[in-house]
């Protein structure tokens, strides 16, 4: 049922891809290779009179299943999606900056829209009026009908946060992590990252990129009260790659890997040689950062 309904949106906006949706939701796979391919002729395909917008949002990603639609699971995407088709009677399918995964949350992210309407003034409190607890609309903004939300992008901020003492009130927004650390080591960990592009280390499997080169702007650790918090910045992300750069570094941290050995696990372009096992709910995308004058903004909170 729940891969029919999302088919059923897109039937409404490419009937032929729809129906192959809708035919193909016993196959899961299949499936959801339509419903990408969907987006991403909605990002490309703008018919005359459409106006393209970004919108900006913030959300506590805990009781979601990650960002991008899903067949089975309930996603920020998902529930934007809805809210913005709720309001505008009619199918609309967004396009996203960034593909956090489950339980990531964040405090900024973009996606884009297509519409040949008028936004409402009062669109920025409709949306959030149909918008879960979890999501905020912080705002809109007109742009070129060429620029994307994803590959205009110039550069993404994650920060990775946590805390040494028990604390009921961090324990969904932050890693939970008593053991005692050599914050040198991790600094000198964080700033041998800027020294790499090539990344398949960190990249979990069955990731389907092109490259796994990034080009890191900035990798350090900070201490503030009760917390350690690590900051990176990069042209680009893989899947899972600061969870696995964060997991490996707090090996360095613990004494448990050398410094030599962290170069070796870079250089060895192997997953197996990285540590994931760092929980979501630590990980925060900051800021996605665009080239200046491209966003022109329609509306705030």
Known sequence: MGMQKEAGAFTRVYPLLGVLAVNYAVDACF?????GFCEELASLEIAKGMNRYFIEVAYKGSQFAGFQVQNNGHSVQGAIDHALSTLMRVAIVTTGSSRTDAGVHAHQNFLHFDTDQSLHPQFLYKVNAILPRDIVLK???????EAHARFAAESRSYQYFLYHTKDPFRQDRAYYYPYTLDFALLQQAAAIVSDYTDFSTFSKRNTQVKTYNCRIL?????REEGELVYHVRANRFLRGMVRGLVGTMLRVGRGKLS???FHEAINAKDCTKADFAVPPEGLFLMQVQYPEGLLQP???L
């Open 139 to 145: 705002g809109v903004y007109a742009v070129p009908a």
């Open 218 to 222: 900035h990798s350090y650790w900070v």
């Open 259 to 261: 410094i030599e050995q």
């Open 298 to 300: 329609v509306m705030k």
């Open 31 to 35: 499936s959801f290779l339509i419903v």
